[in-house]
């Protein structure tokens, strides 16, 4: 999951205490054709 990712990420940096966000864009299907 992203949560582990996220932890995974911030152990090997040192981090503690960690929040984070995801932002998903792009362009639907109707506007791609």
Do not use: N, P, Q
């Not at 999951?1 to 984070?20: N, Y």
């Amino acid at each position: 999951t992203v949560e582990r990712w996220a932890d995974a990420v911030a152990e090997d940096h040192g981090f503690r205490d960690v929040e984070h966000t995801l932002e998903i864009f792009g362009t639907c299907g109707d506007c791609a054709s």
